[in-house]
């Protein structure tokens, strides 16, 4: 089966080093293989996300060397798919976890869950299964509203990851708890849409962010409630600045949309960070 992969910016902040660092493994991943390589605007969150950093994430690729070979022709050039034209695709599918039980309609809000107190797991808060049940009402307009994923509680959740070498193993109910879906507002999740473009573009390879790794079980629980071939998972390392924290997008210094204005020799600043490996 000829292998495919993804490039996948979220365009609510200026592409970092980081994404550089994980956007060519992607690339050189893809390469050796003689893959085909897809790129894939991922705005489902119409609030955060803007068409400059849409533009400045194509010309930051660009300027990366990186290429892709598939998309809408624009007149010689491929452009990138785009998640915000996908709606009704998301929505047929939010119907039939709806129509088979394994979502709810969940109007609890941010505050009310913290009001109700909740333990945490990697960070995040856990949603606290004894409030599952009061979740049942469904307004007229479906769409209204945030729908969960009922996650089997205690299944274990296993890949093999093909960047980290190893097994990872996650339970659902323990280190992540049901999550949203869909969002009140017409938005897929991040967590919906990314499995439903990599099933549609016939996606083989996955390779991203480490700080994914957990969404990456979540994901597989979806693919399983389809039964659809799960592609091969890979985590690059997140890139860590000085006091050890991700480098957030808001990090203007760091974007590479500044290190290309200012003419930096982004090369060696991936070497200096210790991501010199994907330059190979
Ligand atoms: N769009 C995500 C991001 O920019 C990446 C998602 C993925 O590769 O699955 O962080």
Same mark, same amino acid.
């Given at each position: 089966?000829?292998?495919?992969?993804?490039?996948?910016?979220?365009?609510?902040?200026?592409?970092?080093?980081?994404?550089?660092?994980?956007?060519?493994?992607?690339?050189?991943?893809?390469?050796?293989?003689?893959?085909?390589?897809?790129?894939?605007?991922?705005?489902?969150?119409?609030?955060?996300?803007?068409?400059?950093?849409?533009?400045?994430?194509?010309?930051?690729?660009?300027?990366?060397?990186?290429?892709?070979?598939?998309?809408?022709?624009?007149? @010689?050039?491929?452009?990138? +798919?785009?998640? #915000?034209?996908?709606? =009704?695709? *998301?929505?047929?599918? /939010?119907? %039939?976890?709806?129509?088979?039980?394994?979502?709810?309609?969940?109007?609890?809000?941010?505050?009310?869950?913290?009001?109700?107190?909740?333990?945490?797991?990697?960070?995040?808060?856990?949603?606290?299964?004894?409030?599952?049940?009061?979740?049942?009402?469904?307004?007229?307009?479906?769409?209204?509203?945030?729908?969960?994923?009922?996650?089997?509680?205690?299944?274990?959740v296993?890949?093999?990851?093909?960047?980290?070498?190893?097994?990872?193993a996650y339970t659902?109910?323990?280190d992540?708890?049901?999550?949203?879906?869909?969002?009140? @507002?017409?938005?897929?999740? +991040?967590?919906? #849409?990314?499995?439903? =473009?990599? *099933?549609?573009?016939? /996606?083989? %390879?996955?390779?991203?962010?480490?700080?994914?790794?957990?969404?990456?079980a979540?994901?597989?629980?979806?693919?399983?409630?389809?039964?659809?071939?799960?592609?091969?998972?890979?985590?690059?390392?997140?890139?860590?600045?000085?006091?050890?924290?991700?480098?957030?997008?808001?990090?203007?210094?760091?974007?590479?949309?500044?290190?290309?204005?200012?003419?930096?020799?982004?090369?060696?600043?991936?070497?200096?960070?210790?991501?010199?490996?994907?330059?190979?």
């Amino acid at each position: 089966m000829k292998v495919r992969g993804r490039l996948a910016p979220t365009p609510s902040g200026e592409l970092h080093l980081g994404h550089a660092a994980s956007f060519l493994r992607v690339e050189q991943s893809i390469r050796e293989k003689n893959g085909t390589l897809v790129l894939r605007i991922e705005d489902v969150d119409r609030l955060r996300c803007k068409q400059e950093f849409v533009d400045s994430s194509l010309e930051a690729l660009k300027a990366l060397g990186i290429s892709w070979e598939e998309g809408p022709d624009l007149g @010689g050039d491929f452009g990138p +798919y785009i998640q #915000s034209q996908k709606t =009704d695709r *998301y929505k047929e599918i /939010i119907l %039939e976890l709806k129509e088979r039980g394994l979502i709810y309609p969940c109007p609890i809000s941010r505050r009310q869950l913290r009001e109700h107190g909740f333990s945490m797991a990697h960070g995040e808060p856990l949603f606290p299964v004894d409030l599952r049940d009061s979740c049942v009402e469904e307004p007229e307009d479906m769409w209204s509203i945030n729908w969960r994923f009922r996650v089997p509680d205690g299944l274990e959740v296993k890949f093999y990851d093909q960047e980290l070498n190893k097994i990872i193993a996650y339970t659902a109910g323990e280190d992540f708890g049901d999550f949203i879906v869909w969002r009140r @507002g017409n938005m897929a999740t +991040y967590e919906l #849409s990314v499995v439903v =473009d990599d *099933y549609d573009m016939q /996606i083989t %390879e996955v390779l991203r962010g480490e700080d994914l790794l957990l969404s990456t079980a979540r994901q597989i629980l979806l693919y399983r409630c389809f039964d659809w071939p799960e592609p091969a998972f890979g985590h690059c390392p997140v890139l860590k600045d000085g006091e050890g924290e991700k480098l957030a997008k808001t990090r203007g210094s760091r974007s590479l949309k500044s290190i290309f204005a200012e003419g930096r020799d982004w090369r060696e600043m991936l070497k200096d960070c210790g991501l010199g490996k994907v330059l190979d």
